[in-house]
């Protein structure tokens, strides 16, 4: 099981939140970019060739930063249900404000009882489902994206 709760969890996925201090309306949130913060940010919105502005960071030397962007804090959980089905996370489920990442190693009832412990009788259930994965093709022009 994996799970993101807040900001910081979501760095190991390559999205590394470095000021709320940047926007003007103190609403977005500047986030650094690995490339594979990139790819989970372009498959979150859909946007297959996303650029990004200039990072301001270097990042680690094997991991580097390839761009930045401002994120608003509502954007946690769509980037979080992306980069936890994209590290390999069979299905994914939102409790309460958290975000849970079932792996193919856990037990069967493991949602049953992160529920309970919880205290909550429903979990949104997303995974890749589609008929092209994340994207369903379209009927008539048989178009992916």
């Known amino acids: 099981m994996k799970t993101v709760n807040c900001w910081n969890d979501i760095e190991p996925y390559g999205i590394e939140l470095l000021t709320g201090e940047a926007c003007g309306l103190s609403y977005r949130l500047l986030c650094d970019l690995t490339e594979r913060g990139r790819k989970i940010l372009a498959k979150c919105l859909g946007i297959a060739n996303l650029n990004l502005a200039e990072n301001w960071n270097r990042g ?86």
């Open 60 to 145: 680690r030397a094997e991991d580097p930063h390839v761009g930045s962007i401002m994120l608003t804090h509502e954007m946690l959980t769509p980037l979080a249900v992306f980069a936890l089905l994209e590290s390999g996370c069979k299905e994914v489920y939102l409790v309460n404000d958290s975000v849970v990442g079932v792996e193919h190693s856990d037990p069967p009832d493991l949602i049953e009882t992160v529920k309970r412990l919880a205290g909550v009788e429903y979990a949104r259930r997303l995974a890749y489902r589609g008929t092209a994965g994340d994207r369903n093709v379209h009927v008539m022009s048989g178009r992916v994206e």
